[in-house]
């Protein structure tokens, strides 16, 4: 059975990469929870494979470590574990980083 595919052309490709782009920065902007910084910037959760990646806190020292990680499929399971006093991993300009303080969730502080 042969499959019909039409071809698209050179604008067609960018509009689509371009929507795409768009969707991913609006799923960045929607998120319920991310990190203040001092020059007022909000970070976004870092997520690996679609998932929110939290530290377990009764590791102590070692709780960033691979081993360690948490792994949540929900924003809400996030937000609970937070709210139990679980660390998350949350984009920054180099690369993510384990964080506890100046959390916010749907624009009120829980660290």
Do not use: C
Request: glycine share 4%; net charge positive.
């Amino acid at each position: 059975m042969q499959k019909d595919f039409s071809p698209i052309n050179r604008q067609q490709l960018l509009d689509r990469q371009r929507e795409a782009a768009a969707s991913a920065e609006s799923k960045k902007l929607m998120t319920r929870i991310y990190r203040l910084t001092s020059d007022g910037r909000q970070w976004p959760p870092a997520q690996k494979d679609g998932l929110f990646v939290l530290g377990d806190p009764s590791a102590r020292n070692v709780k960033h470590q691979k081993k360690n990680e948490v792994l949540v499929p929900t924003e809400e399971e996030a937000i609970r574990l937070i709210l139990k006093g679980f660390p998350i991993r949350i984009e920054t300009k180099t690369r993510p980083s384990l964080v506890r303080r100046n959390l916010f969730v749907d624009g009120k502080r829980v660290s």
